[in-house]
Structure formats: structure tokens, C-alpha cells
């Protein structure tokens, strides 16, 4: 959090919070921040946009003068922007899965919401595509004409020469954080976890780390958590979504203000967004859930491998031995399925002939429902010893929810202590 905070936003924090807040347990950062007043969480907002925008302004203007613009644009680049207007930003790698062009999806509905007389909106873009990107360098050359629009001119900016200094200005003072991947290839969202600290608010889709902090009370999504591929029909339906947050939900949210002219919706999702999501979305928390969940358990299983001098390890060696020799000839026999009103049960013969049954896990496999976890069932074994075939019945008993044909069985490796499928990647499925 330190590298992206600004300095307004480590003051808050530290009145807050206490300095060392990041070099130990954040359990109480989420109760400590909400103690912070409205009058004060948005002051502190305000003063981050008017800071945002003064760089901005400057930033354009060194821009134009390095490219030979008239010095009349350079002049005109120290004025542009509105300190008290709603500013919302859009950074990253200019890539056509990322979407960046669905805000001019309606360049006409874009250019009614910017210029609202009563609720103006500005917007800041940053990005680069990659040299041998062509269809990236085409988005940002739309983006260019848009912006050549004298209507559009006066709210729209896009930043060149991406890097880090300006992402940290950015993440730093924008209201709103838009980010319109084509799910499912958002890696990560790391830039909309930086605006957290600094008071910002994500709209994003619904992918990423957002798909898992989303709540309606921290800020507002798009898309409906499916895949839809690079259907342009789909990228359309979100397109006008976008459109609808932005006009019926987010513009009115940070106009709408008391006598005090503060907006108490907007500084009450902010503060939510703060408070929940700061510390949850932090290296904090990453490097605490690598170590408890991967280093200590990793650091447990060697000193169990290497306990005895290395007796353990003898056992893996004979059971991976022994699944060379037997895997390719394993099979299975007849499956049969019963099915009364509430379950199905399933009996399969595996014929696993000279491998101990224990050296493998028979189980009963069906993909997850809307994205959801797969079903892994394990199949227990019904004779205590093999027939003269060396076959082996098992049988498992699941819910009637969905049908007996969703579910398969198979045969996977399986021996105490070892990372399955790691270090054994071997499958095998009941046709």
C-alpha cells in the first residue's frame, strides 16, 4: 500500500489507523477507518481530484509542447478540466480483449453524458499497446479522433508515454477506476486495488479480483459473472450497461449533495470501499495467506520427507515404481446406475490387476454448475479382496440434483503426503 498511496492519503490513514498500520495484523484497520468523519473523507477526495487534475493539466501540456502544438493548445492544455467535476479514469495496456473502446461503444451517448450542463462528467485515459499490436494502436487512434471533437475536447485527455509515475497520479486521484475486460482473461485487476487507499471507487466487470471484493455497498460491476466469448452483441448489451451505471447510478450518486455540499452516498461507499477492501486487497494479506496456505506447509512436508533419513521418500519411489508398471493396463469394466427419487448410486468395476488399491482414488467426476466447483465424489470399495480378474467394485451414492449422466468415473493417483496432480499427473476416465 505504501507504494501507491499519496502522501494526503497516508495522512488520513495514519490519523486513523496509526503509522506501522501495514506492518502487522490489519483485523482493526476496517473499524478504525470508519471512524473517520464525512466532512473529512471528503476533503480529503477533494483535494485529491483538484491534485489529479493540476498534474493532468501540466502533463498535457508538456505533452503538446513536445509533439509542436501551437502555443495556444499548449496555454489552452493549463486550463482544461473542472477542479469540482466527477473525474473518471482509464489506464492499462490497450489490448481488444481489455475492452478499452466499450465507453465509445455511443460516442454521441458519451459525448451527452461528458457535457451535461448540470452534472458534467471528465474522463483521463493512459495506455500504450504493444509495437506489433495492430488492432491495440487502431483503439487508441479511435479514441484520438473522439477527443478531436471540439464538443469532446474540453472533458476527454488521453496521456501518452503510459509508465508508472503517471499510473500512481491516476490511481491516486480519480473518482471512479473503469476497467471493461472481456472476462474471462483479466489476470488480475492490481491497478483497482490502487485506488482503494486513496478513496477511489471501481466500476469494473466483473472479473479479476473484482468478481471476488464486488458487493453493491463498495461500488458498481458490470456483466453478469458468465463467459460469453468475443460475441459483439454481448460486448453491446454491456456497452449500454456501462452507459446506465454511469448516468442512473454513479453521476447522480456524486452530485447529490446536502447543505454541507458533501455527497453522503458517495463518501458512505467510500468509506466502505476503504474499510473493507484496502486491507483485503493488499500485499498484506497476499503475503500472509503464501505463507500460511503454501511456504509453512511446504516447509512441513519436507522436514516430513526428509524425517528418518528420507524413509518416506523410499515408500513414493516404490508406489511411483509400481504405477509405472501397472497404470497402462488399467481399466474399467461395467458401470451401472440406480436412481430412486432423491439419489442416484452408481457401482463401477475397476480392474486395476497387480496395483494396490490403495495406491489409487476411484471417484465419481462432474464439472461445476455456472462456473461453480466440480463435483468429486469418491468411490468406496465393496469387497475387502479382488475376484480371480483382480476387479474391484466401487460405488457412490450423490444427489439426484442433476442427472446420472453429468458424472463420470475415474482413476487418479493418490499416496499420503504427495501433491496430486502435481507429481503425478496420470488419469484415467470410464468411457
Same mark, same amino acid.
Given at each position: ?5 499519496s ?5 488520513l490513514?495514519? /490519523? #486513523?489507523?496509526? =503509522? ?5 495484523p490489519?483485523e482493526t484497520?476496517e ?8 466532512a473529512?473523507l471528503?476533503q480529503?477526495?477533494?483535494? @485529491?481530484?483538484k ?7 501540466? +502533463?498535457l ?19 482544461l478540466f473542472?477542479?469540482?467535476t ?17 465507453l465509445l461503444?455511443?460516442? /454521441?451517448?458519451?459525448l451527452?453524458?461528458?457535457? %451535461? ?24 487512434q ?5 477527443i ?5 475536447r474540453?472533458?476527454?485527455?488521453f ?12 490511481v491516486?486521484g ?15 485487476g492490481?491497478s483497482?486495488?490502487? *485506488?482503494?487507499?486513496?478513496g477511489?471507487l %471501481?466500476?469494473? /466487470? ?7 471484493a464486488?458487493?453493491?455497498? *463498495? ?7 458468465q463467459e460469453?466469448?468475443?460475441?459483439p452483441?454481448?460486448?453491446a448489451v ?23 455540499n458533501?455527497p453522503? #452516498? ?10 473493507r ?6 500485499a %498484506?494479506r497476499?503475503?500472509?495467506?503464501y505463507? /500460511?496456505?503454501?511456504y509453512?506447509? @511446504?516447509?512441513?512436508?519436507? +522436514?516430513e520427507?526428509?524425517a528418518? =533419513?528420507?524413509?518416506w521418500a ?5 508406489w511411483?515404481?509400481a ?6 493396463s ?5 458401470l +451401472? ?7 442416484h448410486?452408481?457401482e ?9 488399491p490403495?495406491? *489409487?482414488?476411484?471417484?465419481l ?9 466440480p ?6 470399495c465393496?469387497?475387502p479382496?479382488?475376484?480371480a ?9 450423490v ?7 453429468d458424472?463420470?468415473?475415474r482413476?487418479i493417483p ?6 496430486i496432480?502435481l507429481?503425478s499427473?496420470r488419469?484415467?476416465?470410464? +468411457?
Open positions: 500500500m505504501p507504494s501507491w498511496d502522501a494526503a492519503a497516508d495522512d490513514w495514519t /490519523e #486513523a489507523c496509526g =503509522k506501522d498500520r501495514w506492518l502487522g490489519t484497520l473499524q478504525d477507518i470508519r471512524r473517520v468523519s464525512d473529512r471528503w480529503f477526495r477533494t483535494d @485529491a481530484g491534485s489529479l487534475v493540476e498534474y493532468a493539466r501540466e +502533463r501540456s508538456r505533452q503538446l509542447a513536445a509533439s509542436g502544438a501551437s502555443p495556444e493548445a499548449v496555454d489552452g492544455a493549463k486550463h473542472d477542479l469540482n466527477l473525474t473518471l479514469g482509464f489506464a492499462r495496456r490497450f489490448a481488444t480483449y481489455k475492452r478499452p473502446n466499450l461503444h455511443d460516442p /454521441e451517448r458519451l451527452r453524458l461528458l457535457t %451535461n450542463p448540470e452534472r458534467p462528467v471528465q474522463l483521463i485515459l493512459a495506455g500504450k499497446a504493444h509495437p506489433a499490436d495492430q488492432a491495440g494502436q487502431t483503439l487508441i479511435e479514441w484520438t479522433h473522439f478531436r471533437r471540439p464538443e469532446a474540453p472533458h476527454v485527455i496521456l501518452s508515454d503510459y509508465d508508472m509515475l503517471l499510473t500512481e497520479h491516476l491516486q480519480v473518482d471512479v477506476w473503469i476497467n471493461t475486460p472481456r472476462r474471462p482473461w483479466e489476470a488480475c492490481t483497482g486495488m490502487k *485506488v482503494l487507499v486513496n477511489g %471501481n466500476l469494473s /466487470e466483473l472479473d479479476g479480483w473484482w468478481a471476488e464486488y458487493t453493491p455497498e *463498495v461500488g458498481w460491476a458490470l456483466g453478469d459473472g460469453h466469448g468475443d460475441d452483441a454481448w460486448d454491456e456497452a449500454d450497461a456501462l452507459y446506465d451505471r454511469l448516468e442512473h447510478e454513479v453521476i447522480p450518486e456524486f452530485y447529490s449533495r446536502d447543505d454541507n458533501i453522503r #452516498a458517495w463518501v458512505a461507499r467510500m468509506r466502505e470501499s476503504m474499510a477492501l484496502t486491507p483485503q486487497f493488499s %498484506n497476499a503475503v500472509r495467506e505463507t /500460511e496456505q503454501h509453512l506447509p @511446504a516447509a512441513l512436508a519436507y +522436514r520427507r526428509a528418518n =533419513k528420507g524413509a523410499d515408500q513414493m519411489v516404490d511411483q515404481h504405477l509405472d508398471l501397472n497404470w497402462d488399467l481399466r474399467f469394466g461395467d +451401472r446406475v440406480e436412481t430412486n427419487a432423491d439419489h448410486v452408481f463401477v468395476e475397476v480392474f486395476l490387476n497387480d496395483l494396490d490403495n495406491a *489409487v482414488r476411484v471417484e467426476y462432474a464439472d461445476g454448475i455456472n462456473g461453480g466447483d463435483v468429486r465424489e469418491e468411490m468406496k465393496m469387497q479382496h479382488p475376484d480378474s483382480r476387479r474391484w467394485v466401487y460405488h457412490a451414492t444427489p439426484a440434483k442433476r442427472p446420472a449422466g458424472y463420470t468415473a482413476v493418490q499416496h499420503s503426503g504427495v501433491a496432480p507429481e499427473a488419469i484415467l476416465w470410464q +468411457r
